[in-house]
T-cell receptor, first 112, second 116 residues
Framework: LAKTTQPISMDSYEGQEVNITCSHNNIATNDYITWYQQFPSQGPRFIIQ???TKVTNEVASLFIPADRKSSTLSLPRVSLSDTAVYYCLVGAPYNQGGKLIFGQGTELSVKP | NAGVTQTPKFQVLKTGQSMTLQCAQDMNHNSMYWYRQDPGMGLRLIYYSASEGTTDKGEVPNGYNVSRLNKREFSLRLESAAPSQTSVYFCASSEATIAGVRETQYFGPGTRLLVL
C-alpha cells in the first residue's frame, strides 16, 4: 500500500489560493489519488480524484505530475468555511484488490 | 435519500460491556466500511465488506466483530469494551464499481464512544 506524506498544518487567509502537496513515492500503477475533506464532528467528504495530469471540479483542482509520485490539491479563493482537515489517499478500488488508507491529514486554518 | 446513517450518535460504556454500532445506507452500494478516528489522527480501517455476505479485516480489527446483515446494513460489535476503544467510529459505503472506475466513499455522521 502506498504511504502518503502531507504537511500537518497550513494557514491561509480568505481569498487566497491554497495548495496542499502530498507525496506518494510508492504509488502503484492501478492506484488513484483521492482527496477528502473533514469538518469537526463530521465524517470525511469526497473532494476530488485523479489518476494523472489535471482534474478540476467545482470545488478544487488536482495536479498530478507525470511520475505520479506526488499530487497537489488546489483550493481557489478559500473562505473561512474551508477550514478543515484535508486527507490525501492513494489506492485502488476494492474490486481491484486495493484498500484506501487515511493518513494524518493536513489541518487547514483559514483566517479573515 | 438519507445516505449513510449511524446509531447511536453517542454512547458511554463501562469496561467489559458489549454493544453494537449500527450502520445503514440507502444508496444501493456494494461496499461498506468501519473506521475509527482517535484525536489528532486520521481514520483507521477496522473492517470492510466488499459485498453482501463477505467481510475482511482492516488495519485494526482486534476487539471487534462485524456483520453484513444485508446489502444495506453493516454492524460493528464490541464484545468486551476496553478504554482503548474510546474513539469516534465512522461507517462508510461505496459503489465499488467496475475495475478502473473511481471509488468514492460516503461517510456517516459518526458514533462517539466513551469507555470508562
Amino acid at each position: 500500500l502506498a504511504k502518503t506524506t502531507q504537511p500537518i498544518s497550513m494557514d491561509s487567509y480568505e481569498g487566497q489560493e491554497v495548495n496542499i502537496t502530498c507525496s506518494h513515492n510508492n504509488i502503484a500503477t492501478n492506484d488513484y489519488i483521492t482527496w477528502y475533506q473533514q469538518f469537526p464532528s463530521q465524517g470525511p467528504r469526497f473532494i476530488i480524484q485523479g489518476y494523472k495530469t489535471k482534474v478540476t471540479n467545482e470545488v478544487a483542482s488536482l495536479f498530478i505530475p507525470a511520475d505520479r509520485k506526488s499530487s497537489t490539491l488546489s483550493l481557489p479563493r478559500v473562505s473561512l468555511s474551508d477550514t478543515a482537515v484535508y486527507y490525501c489517499l492513494v489506492g485502488a478500488p476494492y474490486n481491484q484488490g486495493g484498500k484506501l488508507i487515511f493518513g494524518q491529514g493536513t489541518e487547514l486554518s483559514v483566517k479573515p | 435519500n438519507a445516505g449513510v446513517t449511524q446509531t447511536p450518535k453517542f454512547q458511554v460504556l463501562k469496561t467489559g460491556q458489549s454493544m453494537t454500532l449500527q450502520c445503514a445506507q440507502d444508496m444501493n452500494h456494494n461496499s461498506m466500511y468501519w473506521y475509527r478516528q482517535d484525536p489528532g489522527m486520521g481514520l483507521r480501517l477496522i473492517y470492510y465488506s466488499a459485498s453482501e455476505g463477505t467481510t475482511d479485516k482492516g488495519e485494526v480489527p482486534n476487539g471487534y466483530n462485524v456483520s453484513r446483515l444485508n446489502k444495506r446494513e453493516f454492524s460493528l460489535r464490541l464484545e468486551s469494551a476496553a478504554p482503548s476503544q474510546t474513539s469516534v467510529y465512522f461507517c462508510a459505503s461505496s459503489e465499488a464499481t467496475i475495475a478502473g472506475v473511481r471509488e468514492t466513499q460516503y461517510f456517516g455522521p459518526g458514533t462517539r464512544l466513551l469507555v470508562l
